[in-house]
Every structure is written in C-alpha cells, then in structure tokens.
Nanobody, 116 residues
C-alpha cells in the first residue's frame, strides 16, 4: 500500500534554510528513484530533486547547489535539505516515486513559504 507523509515545511525568510522529511511506504524494488516535487500557486507540479537507491542525485537547475536530497531505505524516509531559500521556492512540496509509486496517489504535501 502506498502511503506518503511529508513534514517540515514552514515560514522562513529569504536566505534561510529548512529540512523536509517524508515517510513513505509501497516503494517497489523496481522503483527507479524517489523524488521531491513542488507546486506553486497556479503552477503545475514539477520535480525538483530525485535520488536513486544507489545514491545518485539529480536536481532541477532552479535548485541546484541549494538543495540536497537524501534517502534512508532502511527507515523508508526521504529528506530534502534546502538552503539559501528564495521567494520563488514558495510552494507545496511533495515526495513520491519517479515516476509516482501509484498513479494519482500523493501525500498531503508540506507548505514552504519564503518571505522576501
């Protein structure tokens, strides 16, 4: 059964940092990677970071050098360390597989708000 629960969001000033966490279940051994997605107001949901079981991480250009993704497969947790946050990072952040573990199944997300 796929379950996803994100936490760690909040309000932070520009230049600040936050660490998001996700507890997940239902990841299949053939799942390519786990990732963090975000959806700003009025925007589509986009993938910002992903990591394979082997630890290979890739990032969207907009967050490269500022965000770090990590995974603990023993604990089924996925983290996203975000630093030097900008107002453009304001969004609801979701974790899921890449591609999603199950079509249409998403967690509640966690809201990150970055003030100028």
């Amino acid at each position: 059964q796929v379950q996803l629960l994100e936490s760690g969001g909040g309000l932070v000033q520009s230049g600040g940092a936050l660490r998001l966490s996700c507890a997940f279940s239902g990841k299949h051994p053939t799942t390519y990677a786990m990732g963090w997605y975000r959806q700003g107001s009025g925007d589509q949901r986009i993938l910002v970071a992903e990591i394979t079981d082997g630890g290979y991480a890739t990032y969207a250009e907009s967050v490269k050098g500022r965000f770090t993704i990590s995974i603990d497969n023993a604990k089924n947790t996925l983290d996203l360390q975000m630093s030097n946050l900008k107002p453009g990072d304001t969004a609801v952040y979701y974790c899921n597989g890449v591609p999603p573990l199950r079509p249409g199944v998403w967690g509640p997300g966690t809201l990150v708000t970055v003030s100028p």
